[in-house]
């Protein structure tokens, strides 16, 4: 088979990362007999500053015509001072939207052999962890209503939070899928002790999971004790479903209590196959350009792409298996580098993931 992929390698250090997930995907063209044609396009800070937009409309044509689409990472300091609407986050955003990814899903997954990485103690990591979390993404306060003004003499700004009855359904019916397939436990995290939004998502999240997946058991988490329980207890979790800001936030924090945000990926799915797979790290602009960039979470988003867009699942298990072996011979970028092993840079680190493809 061939497949066209579009690659928006954005910024800081999104082409190095991107440039070693191409080459994994390669490789394993090679393996099991498949084409990809990458198809290199522009969004974010590099697309503002040659085309004066974060996502020219070729961007969103050519994506929306390839098989799928493979992201890097957008912003930094260079466009920090811009208005909000022409940041280089508006890209992202505006790309998840044109595309109707709604449902985003991150898994922070703690690989046994960073185990030592994770901040937590040992006792709480000992057993492993595997949170995933599925994000709203084009909906909430992201997207709501927003504005500025002025009062009795005083600046204000204003954004909104919103969601609806066939919004939250959708979601909820991608994660009660996912909870089918595993443990058949799914948290909601919401903020109903105060927000109305919540009070309907609440609502709504039990309504439509009792009436099509009665075999799945929803407990409601709120959003500020489920930031407390990722630290204190994270192995209690297995699917978690929220909205965009509350997924926004605690999947970073999931991503730290596994060790390093530079390891875990996530896929952006609407209705079709196409979707969106990407590291959940950002630019990091501060390391942007030296070659010490830990590639890994973006050949996991490759892997992803592999498994959820295309149905090729060995190919997936592939990757995988080789990024384990590739840490059981010690090697580790910076980010997750422990004494006793082999630091190795981005370039350096990609091809020893497709050296054990
Ligand atoms: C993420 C990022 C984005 C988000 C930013 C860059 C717009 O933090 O993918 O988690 O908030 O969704
Ligand atoms: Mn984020």
């Known amino acids: 088979m061939n497949y066209k992929i579009a690659v928006l390698a954005g910024d800081g250090i999104g082409p190095e990362i ?15 007999g498949h084409s990809f044609e990458f198809e290199h396009l522009p969004i974010g ?9 974060p996502l020219p ?8 015509k390839a098989d799928s689409v493979l992201l890097g990472a957008v912003g930094g300091y260079k466009w920090d001072k811009l208005p909000g609407d022409k940041r280089p986050e508006k890209g992202l955003l505006g790309i998840r939207k044109a595309m109707g990814l709604y449902s985003n899903i991150r898994p922070a997954k703690l690989w046994k052999q ?17 949170i995933i979390i599925v994000r709203e993404l084009i909906g909430g306060i992201y997207f709501g209503e927003r504005g500025r003004g002025k009062e009795n003499g005083a600046e204000f700004a204003w954004d909104t939070e919103k969601y609806s009855v066939p ?5 909820t019916r991608i994660a009660c899928e996912l909870a089918l397939k595993r443990s058949k436990k799914l948290v909601s995290v ?10 309907l998502w609440r609502k709504t999240v039990h309504e439509y999971a009792a009436k099509h997946y009665p075999e799945v058991e929803v407990t409601d988490v709120l959003v500020d004790n489920m930031a407390m329980q990722i630290v204190k207890n994270p192995a ?23 060790g390093s945000i530079g390891m875990l990926a996530s896929s952006s799915l609407g209705d079709t196959t196409c979707g969106l797979y990407e590291p959940i790290h950002g630019s990091a602009p501060d390391i942007a350009g030296q070659d010490i960039a830990n590639p890994i979470a973006t050949i996991l988003a490759a892997a992803m792409m592999l498994r959820d867009s295309f149905g090729l699942t060995a190919e997936y298990d592939a990757v995988i298996n080789a990024i384990e072996r590739t840490l059981e011979q010690g090697w580790r970028t910076a980010d997750i580098y422990s004494e006793g092993c082999k630091k190795v840079g981005c370039k350096q680190m990609a091809k020893l993931v497709c050296d054990n493809i």
Request: net charge negative; with cysteine.
């Open 236 to 258: 209690q979790f297995d699917v978690v479903v929220t909205s965009n800001i509350f997924g926004d936030i605690l999947s970073d924090e999931a991503a730290q209590v596994t």
């Open 57 to 64: 409309d070729f961007t969103v044509e050519k994506c929306l």
């Open 18 to 32: 991107c440039a070693g997930a191409t080459k994994v995907l390669e490789k394993i063209g090679i393996k099991f």
């Open 45 to 53: 800070g590099v697309a503002i500053d040659n085309y004066g937009t």
């Open 167 to 171: 919004e939250i359904e959708r979601i």
């Open 190 to 199: 919401d903020k109903a002790n105060v927000l109305e939004s919540s009070r």
């Open 114 to 130: 960073l185990a030592d990485a994770s901040p937590l103690k040992h006792e709480l990591v000992k057993d492993g962890i595997e």
